[in-house]
């Protein structure tokens, strides 16, 4: 597959983008415009993303929009964005609004329940430390760790997770570095589909992930808009075209604000 920067695609979308009045850029955070990190609270995107986003939103008439599977107003604090823009979190169970309004979306009560129950569980087991317990989610991180220990977190997050996921209201879902048990109403695609719904069909958008929790903001987006994978390294994927970070991400970045008619 074709890296973004050379594709008919992305040169018939990017001319789309110079036609509108207004866009929509649709973001990842951890994996896509932030290089993964052992510690997760230093994960702050590349050097020129922060700046380039800047000016996307300043200068370009773009809705910029980061969604995560991280709490919405941590990706606020890592993005380096001040003022922030608009944020999903939690795999669009939050939303965190440019004006700072936040709103949150409930889960069952029985889901609640088990995703503590599951906290707890992985706490007994010894992954305290690689549990991370968020809204509707439990994850365990094993990105770091020794191969040996990475294989035993691993397997004991499956042993605890795969034991409590009778209950249809959660999924279960491996990503890049983790496992983590959710409430299935919690889903990137939620947050694809709500921002589509608040603008018209002659709107560009474009999506940017990695993980395979974006792929399935890809497939909301079929049709529709610019599905485009960052990762160092191709893989199977929904997605349309490939980016390898970070140069053809940032390349990306400028070439969205030259066909918006900004200074690069």
């Known amino acids: 597959m074709a890296t973004a920067t050379t594709t008919s695609q992305t040169r018939n979308f990017l001319h789309e983008v110079h036609r509108a009045r207004s866009r929509v850029l649709l973001l990842d955070?951890?994996?896509?415009?932030?290089?993964?990190a052992i510690d997760r609270d230093r994960a702050v995107p590349y050097p020129q993303v922060v700046s380039l986003l800047r000016q996307i939103v300043n200068?370009?008439?773009?809705?910029?929009?980061?969604?995560?599977?991280?709490?919405?107003r941590q990706v606020a604090l890592l993005s380096g964005l001040n003022p922030h823009p608009e944020i999903w979190?939690?795999?669009?169970?939050?939303?965190?609004?440019?004006?700072?309004?936040?709103?949150?979306?409930?889960?069952?009560?029985?889901?609640?329940?088990?995703?503590?129950?599951?906290?707890?569980?992985l706490e007994h087991e010894g992954l305290g430390n690689c549990t991370e317990h968020k809204h509707g989610a439990v994850a365990v991180h094993w990105r770091g760790l020794a191969q040996?220990?990475?294989?035993?977190?691993?397997?004991?997050?499956?042993?605890?997770?795969?034991?409590?996921t009778g209950l249809s209201e959660l999924s279960?879902?491996?990503?890049?570095?983790?496992?983590?048990?959710?409430?299935?109403?919690?889903?990137?695609a939620h947050a694809v589909r709500t921002?589509?719904?608040?603008?018209?069909?002659?709107?560009?958008?474009?999506?940017?992930?990695?993980?395979?929790?974006d792929e399935y903001a890809f497939r909301a987006l079929a049709g529709r808009g610019l599905t485009i994978l960052v990762r160092p390294t191709y893989r199977f994927t929904a997605a349309q075209v490939w980016l390898c970070p970070p140069q053809d991400l940032t390349q990306f970045l400028n070439d969205w604000i030259r066909a918006c008619g900004g200074s690069q």
Not at 29 to 36: L, N, Q
Not at 195 to 213: K, N, Q
């Open 172 to 188: 279960l879902c491996e990503f890049d570095g983790g496992l983590e048990l959710q409430a299935r109403r919690g889903s990137k």
């Open 89 to 121: 979190g939690s795999h669009g169970l939050e939303h965190l609004r440019t004006s700072g309004e936040y709103q949150v979306e409930g889960i069952e009560s029985s889901a609640a329940k088990i995703l503590n129950e599951a906290a707890a569980w």
């Open 195 to 213: 921002v589509l719904s608040e603008i018209g069909d002659d709107v560009p958008v474009a999506y940017l992930g990695d993980d395979l929790t």
């Open 29 to 36: 955070y951890d994996g896509t415009i932030a290089p993964f």
């Open 148 to 164: 040996r220990e990475a294989e035993e977190a691993r397997t004991c997050a499956y042993r605890v997770f795969s034991a409590l």
């Open 59 to 72: 200068d370009c008439d773009t809705r910029v929009a980061l969604i995560s599977g991280r709490p919405a």
